[in-house]
């Protein structure tokens, strides 16, 4: 394999891996579906769904573009429009940097997702 395949590989890679570790993020009590899709004009996004018993969808999610000459790796947690978690927006030149950093911040995403879905069940419990 060339290295252009390699690096789309290692790509195709970093996805499924995302993909899988933020699909974990469940809880019994609540509704949740993992998503990943395209977006122009080279990015890729993969994250988790919870739908809270009060209708707010909470969404923890991790990009990874290229803009220019640069890979822009985002991630973050949301719930409808109040931001929880934005880690700061990371350009890296090359696809490896790119993919270590994608791989960091779904770490990130990831490590609070349970207890904030806990918080925010026990806060719809006590009102």
Not at 30 to 53: D, N
Not at 98 to 103: D, S, V
């Amino acid at each position: 394999m060339d290295s252009e395949s390699l690096a789309a590989a290692g790509l195709l890679e970093a996805l499924s891996r995302a993909s899988e570790i933020l699909a974990e993020l469940r809880h019994p009590f609540v509704r949740s579906e993992q998503f990943s899709y395209f977006f122009p004009p080279a990015g890729a996004r993969v994250g988790a769904a919870v739908m809270l018993p009060d209708g707010r969808e909470l969404r923890f999610e991790v990009s990874i573009a290229v803009s220019g000459r640069a890979f822009q790796v985002e991630g973050g947690i949301q719930v409808e429009a109040e931001t929880l978690l934005e880690l700061p927006r990371k350009s890296v030149s090359g696809i490896e940097e790119g993919l270590a950093a994608f791989g960091d911040y779904v770490g990130e995403v990831a490590a609070p997702a349970r207890q904030l879905i806990e918080q925010l069940l026990e806060e719809l419990s006590d009102n």
